[in-house]
Nanobody, 121 residues
Framework: QVRVEESGGGSVQAGGSLRLSCTASGSGFSNNVMAWFRQAPGKQRESVAD???????NYAESVRGRFTISRDNAKNTIYLQMNNLKPEDTAVYYC???????????????WGQGTQVTVSS
């Protein structure tokens, strides 16, 4: 059983910053990719950024240069530093833990409940 918990959401004005955290607990997920997704009202959930255990990162084009994903493997925690926030960044942000085999084959996804980020103009 893997538990995923996000924190750090809130309301800011455009141009402001927020830092999200996501911690995974439990067992059986030593090989994983952790990621942030977001879903705005009336829109599909979209990938924001992801990071492997080794630290390899990917970003959505819409957040590249403004958001930074990082992780602390000892704490099974990832962070999303969000700078220069825009109203279009308003969404519920979800953390996903994608568990893979040692060879990289996908096994299962675990999701958090989400945290609201609201950016006002």
């Amino acid at each position: 059983q893997v538990r995923v918990e996000e924190s750090g959401g809130g309301s800011v004005q455009a141009g402001g910053s927020l830092r999200l955290s996501c911690t995974a607990s439990g067992s059986g997920f030593s090989n994983n990719v952790m990621a942030w997704f977001r879903q705005a009202p009336g829109k599909q959930r979209e990938s924001v950024a992801d990071i492997t255990v080794e630290g390899s990162r990917n970003y959505a084009e819409s957040v590249r240069g403004r958001f930074t994903i990082s992780r602390d493997n000892a704490k099974n925690t990832i962070y999303l530093q969000m700078n220069n926030l825009k109203p279009e960044d308003t969404a519920v942000y979800y953390c996903r833990v994608k568990v893979t085999s040692r060879g990289g084959i996908w096994l299962v996804d675990h999701w958090g409940q989400g945290t609201q980020v609201t950016v006002s103009s």
